[in-house]
């Protein structure tokens, strides 16, 4: 891999996976319920830097994001499944473009290195998020956290 391919997945692509990943779980606040959905990359406590529809975006530069509904509370049984499916299923689709373009780039050496690092991270993030695990406590911000797989599980066993 190239140093531009490299510190261009370091400093753009892995945060803008992260972003999708969160406007992913976003997707599924919006579209399932009537809910506000806060999109946060980088520090939870981050000012509202933009606003489109029912997604406020709070943004500074990282490699670690979250998404909260406005009101977590009022979402139903199925309303949450949505919520939390909708980063994994981003992730998902970011890594099948990522793989179909590096693919299609493979004259273009640089790009495509690119690419393919898009792919192995967003298969990472894919796979971190979707194995049912609490993150451990190297893995912050996120120590101590259930894994998006994990939330999924429990809420399935509640009414099983």
């Known amino acids: ?16 996976s992260t972003l999708l990943h969160e406007i992913g779980h976003a997707l599924g606040v919006i579209v399932c319920s009537k809910e506000r959905a806060h999109v946060y990359l980088g520090a939870k406590n981050s000012p509202e830097t933009l606003r489109i529809g029912r ?9 670690f994001g979250f ?14 499944l949505g919520f939390i499916a909708g980063g994994p299923i981003m ?25 393919n690092g898009l792919f192995y991270w ?10 049912p695990l609490i993150y451990p406590n190297w893995y912050k911000p996120y120590a101590g956290l259930p894994s998006d797989g994990y939330q999924m599980l429990s809420l399935l066993k509640k009414n099983i």
Do not use: E
Not at 91 to 115: E, K, M, N, Q, W
Not at 125 to 130: D, G, R, S, Y
């Open 67 to 80: 998404c909260t509904p406005q009101k977590r509370g009022n979402l139903t049984r199925k309303q949450s």
């Open 1 to 16: 891999m190239s140093i531009l391919s490299f510190m261009l997945l370091y400093v753009i692509g892995i945060p803008i």
């Open 91 to 115: 992730s998902l689709a970011v890594l099948l473009c990522a793989s179909y373009l590096a693919r299609y780039f493979t004259d273009y050496a640089g790009i495509h290195y690119f690419f």
């Open 122 to 131: 967003n298969t990472f993030q894919f796979l971190a998020t979707a194995f």
């Open 55 to 63: 997604i406020h975006f709070h943004i500074r530069w990282g490699f």
